[in-house]
């Protein structure tokens, strides 16, 4: 039995904030050495859009009388605004994909909000789904949640059959921005966006096969990547460490011969666009062609790193050349990476 991705959808919010982020960010370092350091970074980070589910005018993050005003919003505030606006982008991204058939399982993947009901029963009720579907939830995995999301999808279609599951991924991670004058989370809040995919994941019909999965955690790596929850919402640390080791790791023998295989390179590479610095680490690190990974960097300029859903998007444009092989890939809290084989799946 072959579980593939049949269709794939995306959706993000109408606010493009990226410049009013830049411009806040370089507020908050005004009259410090890092400002110019800031500038630099932010010109050369390959993102040019990312899209927030917060209004223009709460976008600018520190001018008006909104979500960001005076006084940082609490957790509980910004819990209150994704039990409103996640939903609402979930079912954005699954009407984009059609007539969704008699969904069986229901497999959702969100790190940056917790609500109960969780997302899954808002979303399962809201489309109408039976009260028998069976639903995962994937939560606060950070950026490979989506892997585990489609693994968890491939490992039901393959013990049964008939199973036609949704996958989400639904994030919101613009609701966790923190006032700061320290350079490092304000690059770290540079490069996230919001964003949701959905997919129909089943064993029959044309699509994108899922297939044996890949991973690799890397030793005294755990403080590299970190979300804690903090008073005032989730807060990130993004080590600039990251790409130097992931590039390391690659290199190494063991962990390229599971990447790349044993025999031939993937004709496709789906990898997570966590931003520019990571894309050219695994670049170099697998010693690829300058266009190998064009469908991730294109993600990351037009949307930045969505988290969970950024590999999503990626595998949506993949899915249109219909390669005969491939490897996804996306890096996470572990430091780990998490992955898959994909390739081309004929009807059947």
């Not at 976008?59 to 209150?80: K, V």
């Not at 959702?108 to 899954?120: E, K, L, Q, R």
């Not at 929850?229 to 962990?255: C, N, Q």
Request: glycine share 10%.
């Amino acid at each position: 039995m072959i579980a593939r991705i049949n269709r794939l959808a995306t959706a993000v919010p109408d606010c493009d904030f990226e410049q009013d982020y830049r411009a806040w960010a370089l507020r908050q370092l005004e009259g410090r050495r890092e400002a110019k350091l800031y500038a630099r970074m932010a010109e050369r980070s390959g993102i040019d859009h990312r899209w927030s589910v917060l209004s223009e005018e709460d976008a600018r993050l520190d001018e008006g009388d909104g979500f960001y005003s005076a006084e940082a919003p609490s957790t509980a505030r910004r819990m209150e605004m994704y039990a409103e606006e996640a939903p609402k982008l979930s079912l954005a991204a699954i009407g984009k994909l059609g007539d969704l058939g008699e969904i069986t399982h229901l497999v959702v993947a969100s790190c940056t909000g917790f609500v109960a009901p969780g997302i899954d029963q808002i979303v399962a009720r809201r489309l109408g789904l039976a009260d028998d579907v069976e639903r995962v939830l994937v939560g606060f995995m950070g950026c490979y949640a989506a892997v585990t999301a489609l693994r968890t999808a491939r490992h039901i279609v393959r013990s049964e059959p008939q199973a036609r599951v949704l996958v989400l991924t639904i994030e919101l991670s613009t609701l966790h921005h923190q006032e700061t004058v320290d350079i490092e989370p304000l690059l770290a809040g540079a490069q996230f966006g919001d964003g949701a995919a959905a997919a129909i994941v089943s064993g029959s019909g044309e699509g994108l096969a899922i297939g044996t999965g890949l991973t690799a955690a890397l030793e005294e790596s755990d403080e590299l990547i970190t979300w804690q929850i903090g008073d005032t919402g989730f807060h990130m640390r993004l080590s600039g460490e990251v790409p130097v080791r992931i590039r390391a790791a690659l290199k190494r023998d063991d962990v390229r011969a599971r990447v790349l295989g044993k025999d031939d390179k993937p004709a496709a590479y789906a990898v997570h666009a966590g931003g520019r610095s990571i894309l050219d680490a695994v670049a170099d690190g697998l010693d690829l062609d300058e266009c190998a990974l064009d469908h991730s960097r294109a993600v990351l300029r037009d949307f930045g790193n969505m988290s969970s859903s950024t590999l999503m998007f990626v595998l949506e444009r993949i899915m249109r050349d219909r390669p005969e092989s491939g490897v996804a890939l996306a890096f996470g809290p572990g430091l780990a990476m998490e992955g898959f084989r994909f390739g081309r799946c004929d009807a059947g």
